[in-house]
Every structure is written in C-alpha cells, then in structure tokens.
C-alpha cells in the first residue's frame, strides 16, 4: 500500500538533514563600539515607526477583527505548546513562538537592503528572508536554525551583519536567513524583543525599551522606542508594576495580576488564578503580538457574567465573523450605550482602561476584546496597551503605563 505523500514542512526538513549538524537558537552576540555620532544617538534613545500590519489591506473593521482572533488564537496554542514543552523537554525540540501585529521597517548590510518586519516581544529570534544561503551562512560553517510560529515556520541560516533602525546603525548583528518561510501573516521577516540572547534587546544590551501603540483600525502610525527615554509630557499618572521572570519560559515577560474590577464590581476571582507555578504554567504574560487579552477560563467566565449583567443590550452570537465570544447587538443611537468601566489590578498598580480599549464596535455590534484562555496562563494583549506608553525597564525589572495619545507621540 502506498504510503501518502509527505507535507512540506517534512521535506524542508528532509532537505536540511543533512547539513544540520547543531540548532544553535541560543547564539547571541555583544553589540560593538559605534562611532561617537552612534554612540551619542544610543545613549539618548531612538525611535522606530510602526504600521498596523492589517493596516495596508481593504479590510473592513470585522474581517480586521476576525484576522487578529485567528491569528491570535494561533499564537495562544503554540505560548500553550511551550509551556508543555519547558515541563516535558524530552517530548519537544521545536521552538515555538507567536505571529505579531506590528509592522517595523530596518535595513541590513552595507548598502542597506531595507526589510518591514513584525515587531514581537514574544519571541526573541530576528530573521528575514534569505535568497539561498550564499553569503551569511559561510563564516557560521553551515550553523542551521529552525524556528516555529502560532501559523508556520522559518528555517535557514544564522549569520551576522549591520542592521540599520532609521538613523541608528548597529554592526554585528546575529539574525536568521530565512530560506524556508511559511506562515499567514508573515512579511518580510521578524524582530524578537523578548528576554532571550538573540533578540534585539539583548543583543543591543539595552535596559530599556517602550512602544506607543495607536488604537485598533487606526491607519496612524505607532511607535517603538529602543534605549531610555523621558516620560511622556502630557502630565498623567505613571502606573507601575514588577517583571516577573519565569525560569522555564525565560523569553516572556510576566506580569502579576491580582483581580479585576467592572463598574463597582471586583470580581471574586481566586488569588491564586493568575499565579505563576513552580512547574511553568500559570501566570499571565504581556505580548505585544496578541492582539485581544486572554484570561484563564475561570476568570473570563466571571468576566463575561458581568458585562452581560451590566451591558442591558441583548447577546449576539458574531463569533463566526468577529472571532470574539461576547459581543452585543446595538442600538440606533449607540451613543445611548453606557460601558462599564474596567480595571485590571496589577501588584503596585490599578490600571483602568479606556472604553475603545476593550469595547470594539461597528455600526451594528460592540464585542469585548478579551476571551477565554484554553491554556494553562493569560496573555495581556496589544488592544488594551493602545494609547499607553508601555515602558519595560529590565535594570529595575518593571513595567510601567502611562495614558498617551500615540498618533501624537
């Protein structure tokens, strides 16, 4: 009996065999000396443009929404298939990571060869798509990498070269040449910003970065700033709470939720739900790749009870269209609606929300952007960080928001 065909992805790797010798994912590099104009820009900071990456498409609002559900949901099963994997090494080799949101432009090379990449503190590897490896593998000896994503995969080459992030260029540069890339939702490439020694951050051996992201559908372009930089000037309260580390899951950053209230309503949700175990799981983690916040099934459950006790609209089911589980039918006048508001308690830090942060509505519908986790932790994500200033000091090991008109920044 024939035996079926294999899948792509199994001859990729068929094809790779025989040049794999070692998966060398931890390989990090130090940044070198710049110049003295370079090191000047370095010590006050610089600023990288950011687009939406639905934001080139003629997409209406509910087919953006559905897209950033699926994709979002993707990235959730494969944070969930790490967890596992950090728990039972043996069971796994693969290193799986999430699809992002937002779209950076950088160069590579010299001239620069200028690349639009997803912007990820999900995941720490930085590539880009590679003609057949020719220049960049030759000084590693063939040092092959395989990297997978909530939706596909990347394989290729490591090598290093000069990255450029608009007037700032840094020589050096560890990154994947992608020769094999598959996945929905990928462009030229990705740049990981989490805790692990090939991402950005670390290789650049910044304390500090921040994002200004605009809100959702918004065609305005956001904000990443790389290097320590003054706080907003707009006057507002600074919110600030600890970075947790998760030794087994060392590329995330993980926040500690300790309740949530809605109108005057604090939820009796168990202390112990947004817990980080000793095994790995639990906890919740901020990800600037998720687009809507997933809580631990026992919490969203509160949750939704009481939006549907204090939203009087009826409940429509739109999740075929909308991703999204909870979502309400609205009125003629919509501006007749009144929202409760919302409150996530973080340790040190009660952090209210703006109504668009966590109501998303066309003319018809107004869904929450917030559903129900499958795995065993919550993923805090992008929609209710839009118009803060998110700060991640990692010398103080915090985290900070303060409310900021991003389109502005």
């Given at each position: ?83 596992l994997t950090a728990k039972h090494p043996k069971l796994k080799t693969t ?40 220049k960049y593998c030759n000084p590693f000896n063939g040092c092959v990498y ?264």
């Open positions: 009996m024939a035996s079926s065909p294999p899948s792509l992805s199994s001859l990729l790797f068929l094809t790779l065999a025989l040049i794999l010798i070692s998966i060398s994912p931890a390989f990090s590099t130090s940044r070198q000396a710049l110049d003295d104009h370079q090191d000047q820009l370095m010590k006050n900071g610089f600023k990288i443009t950011l687009n939406n990456i639905d934001s080139g498409g003629k997409f209406t609002h509910s087919e953006r929404l559905y897209r950033a559900a699926k994709r979002s949901s993707q990235r959730l099963q494969k944070f969930n298939e790490m967890v290193v799986y990571a999430g699809v992002g949101e937002y779209l950076m432009n950088f160069s590579i090379g010299t001239p620069p060869n200028s690349y639009f990449g997803i912007m990820d503190t999900g995941s720490d590897l930085i590539w880009t798509q590679c003609q057949p490896c020719l395989d990297y997978g994503y909530g939706s596909g995969f990347t394989l290729g080459f490591l090598g290093t070269e000069t990255f450029a992030f608009e007037k700032v260029s840094v020589p050096k540069i560890a990154f994947g040449c992608g020769i094999f890339n598959l996945g929905a939702g990928f462009t030229e490439g990705l740049i990981g910003l989490g805790r692990g020694p090939l991402s950005l951050i670390s290789q650049l051996g910044e304390p500090e970065f921040s994002y200004c992201l605009t809100s959702f559908g918004e065609t305005k372009p956001s904000t990443l700033l790389i290097g320590s930089q003054n706080p907003s000037d707009g006057g507002l309260e600074i919110k600030i709470t600890p970075l947790i580390q998760n030794p087994l899951m060392p590329t995330f950053y993980y926040l500690s939720l300790e309740g949530i209230t809605i109108g005057s309503t604090t939820l009796p949700i168990n202390k112990t739900t947004f817990a980080l175990s000793a095994d790995g799981s639990g906890g919740l983690i901020i990800d600037s790749g998720t687009t809507f916040t997933y809580l631990a099934q026992s919490a969203y459950n509160l949750v939704r009870k009481e939006f549907v006790s204090q939203v009087k609209l009826p409940v429509v089911d739109a999740f075929d269209s909308t991703g999204l589980d909870l979502c309400f039918e609205l009125p003629s006048d919509p501006s007749s609606v009144k929202i409760p508001s919302l409150v996530f308690h973080f340790t040190d830090a009660d952090l209210g929300f703006p109504t668009e942060n966590y109501m998303l509505s066309n003319s018809s519908i107004m869904c929450l952007a917030i559903v129900g986790s499958s795995g065993t932790f919550s993923v805090f994500g992008n929609v209710q960080q839009q118009n803060f200033l998110v700060v991640y000091d990692l010398q103080e090991e915090t985290l900070s928001f303060q409310a900021t008109e991003c389109d502005k920044f």
